[in-house]
């Protein structure tokens, strides 16, 4: 039967309350450039500027900036990518001048309120130079009222294989409060703990949560588990606490370090070379003593007089997934050889695994490392990482990142080091 169409009316307003009441605006800066901001009112007078990741505005945003605001605080939802004719990618704001962004800061400070700052991935790079750079041209103001990280990317660029992580020098010269959000499900996490000793040793307030059963970037993904759907529903509630945990430090004004490279810190991002890259100097692999699925002891060790190529992987890892196909394939042909290919699933449990490969079969021996042991002594900073191990126990090339193991040129390092 049709219902009346004054029944109708009612529902359709019931269904989309909040995105109503958004309104479109624009930050005009002294040089003439125009920032898009969609506005959402909240009722307690404070404000959050919202500069998304460098990939910048997602369809999940709005909803999430509406129900952000339902808990409070007015939120300004800023577009830089529209602002500044980008391309969104991983080193889409390299360009951005901080001090634009600086200015922005200035020019969102609501009356009467506090402004907190929220971005995600390497947006919170320049969240918080941008902040630093606020304090230094605004020494008197009243301080900010502190920033909300989202998985949170401070490294200078991407981790070179065998060379230690190098951090933006922004990292070690903040000194505002910060609420990290951590997804478990990520590399991140096992460096969390680092990040935290970085922006404390600059006089930062950390507070860090790990978000379970979610990776990098839930609340945002255009085609979500359910399980991120969970999470993503529950992160406006968790804003407004930590906006309320940042208040008990953001009552007095805090210096900015005098540190003259943090007010345009930074280099272009690298992405991962193509290709197995050598390792630098070939060095004794460190020591690998785990279980596999059928709850054997296994030891890399064990493998001496053989080619290794060792994979260290995850189950939510798009790359790992897609690669684990082509690791079968380079374990078929080189069958018969003294090589073999290991696979190193990193925090996840047997069931969890065991259910995956049911799935997505891995045609090779499988490790699980629950507790991230391997993550330190392998200098582990991205999945999935592999190391291709020489006959003598010593790790000749790597490689962070997604790869066609069974292509031609990985084939013919394999036989150079089996000969």
């Not at 130079?129 to 301080?143: I, Q």
């Not at 680092?194 to 970037?217: K, M, P, Q």
């Not at 007010?263 to 630098?280: I, V």
């Amino acid at each position: 039967m049709r219902l009346p169409t004054l029944l109708l009316l009612p529902l359709i307003l019931i269904c989309v309350p909040r995105i109503a009441t958004a309104d479109a605006t624009a930050v005009t800066l002294e040089d003439g450039t125009e920032v898009p901001i969609t506005r959402y009112p909240g009722a307690d007078g404070d404000r959050v500027l919202w500069i998304p990741a460098e990939y910048g505005l997602r369809p999940a945003h709005p909803q999430l900036a509406a129900a952000l605001a339902d808990e409070g605080p007015e939120v300004w939802l800023a577009d830089l990518h529209g602002a500044w004719f980008l391309a969104p990618g991983r080193t889409a704001y390299d360009s951005i001048p901080v001090g634009a962004v600086a200015e922005l800061i200035e020019r969102s400070r609501p009356e009467g309120g506090r402004l907190y700052l929220l971005s995600a991935g390497r947006g919170a790079a320049l969240v918080l130079r941008a902040a630093h750079r606020w304090r230094l041209d605004h020494p008197h103001a009243p301080p900010l009222g502190g920033v909300l990280a989202l998985h949170p990317n401070l490294l200078a660029a991407t981790p070179e294989p065998g060379k230690p992580a190098r951090y933006l020098p922004i990292a070690d010269a903040t000194n505002l409060p910060i609420v990290i959000f951590q997804p478990a499900d990520s590399a991140k996490r096992w460096h969390l703990t680092e990040l935290v000793e970085h922006l404390g040793g600059g006089g930062a307030t950390v507070y860090s949560r790990l978000i379970a059963n979610v990776s990098d970037g839930y609340q945002s993904r255009e085609e979500p588990y359910p399980r991120e759907l969970e999470a993503r529903r529950r992160l406006p509630r968790q804003i407004r606490g930590a906006l309320t945990l940042l208040d008990r430090h953001n009552r007095e004004p805090r210096t900015a370090l005098p540190l003259a490279e943090a007010r345009d810190a930074g280099e272009p991002s690298r992405s991962p070379s193509a290709g197995l890259q050598p390792y630098p100097d070939a060095p004794p692999a460190p020591p690998l003593a785990l279980g596999d699925l059928e709850g054997a002891p296994a030891r890399l060790a064990d493998y001496r007089g053989q080619v290794v190529l060792l994979n260290f992987w995850a189950t939510w890892c798009p790359p790992c997934v897609k690669e684990i196909p082509s690791l079968g394939r380079l374990a078929l042909e080189m069958s018969g050889e003294p090589f073999a290919v290991i696979g190193v699933d990193m925090g996840e449990s047997r069931e969890t695994v065991e259910d995956f490969l049911l799935k997505v079969p891995a045609d090779y021996r499988v490790l699980l490392d629950p507790d991230g042991a391997a993550v330190d002594p392998w200098k582990l900073r991205a999945f999935p990482t592999t190391f291709l191990i020489d006959r003598e126990g010593r790790i000749r090339y790597a490689y962070f990142g997604g790869l066609e193991w069974d292509g031609p040129e990985v084939v013919e390092t394999v036989r150079k080091l089996l000969k």
